[in-house]
Nanobody, 126 residues
Framework: QLQLVESGGGLVQPGGSLRLSCRPS????????IGWFRQAPGKEREGVSC????????KYLDAVQGRFIISRDHRNNTVFLQMNSLKPEDTGVYYC???????????????????WGQGTQVTVSS
């Protein structure tokens, strides 16, 4: 069974930082684009950032550009989302997801993402 395992969420004050991690279980994701998505209470899920299978091509939601950094450690099979200067509006459940892409240097939020992780709660509050 293909699964993704996330970690790193928590409670942080505005202006603080968190780093989320995502790893695959049951498969290798060398030819998958990886995306981070979030869903706040009462709102639709939105794409936050994605990274391509090769070449580390990235994309960011405008609201997080310049504050969040997505990276991919190919050796340790892990994708990270470094979140800095966090704001209360960043609060939500964050999910990572994988989309089969072959070898590509581009990613989008509209790909066929499957599987998904279980989600990790991020709360930004004083």
């Amino acid at each position: 069974q293909l699964q993704l395992v996330e970690s790193g969420g928590g409670l942080v004050q505005p202006g603080g930082s968190l780093r989320l991690s995502c790893r695959p279980s049951g498969f290798t994701w060398n030819f998958y684009n990886i995306g981070w998505f979030r869903q706040a209470p009462g709102k639709e899920r939105e794409g936050v950032s994605c990274i391509s299978s090769i070449g580390d091509g990235t994309k960011y939601l405008d609201a997080v550009q310049g504050r969040f950094i997505i990276s991919r450690d190919h050796r340790n099979n892990t994708v990270f989302l470094q979140m800095n200067s966090l704001k209360p509006e960043d609060t939500g459940v964050y999910y990572c997801a994988a989309a089969w892409s072959g070898q590509t240097t581009r990613c989008t939020f509209q790909e066929n993402f499957d599987p998904w992780g279980q989600g990790t709660q991020v709360t930004v509050s004083s």
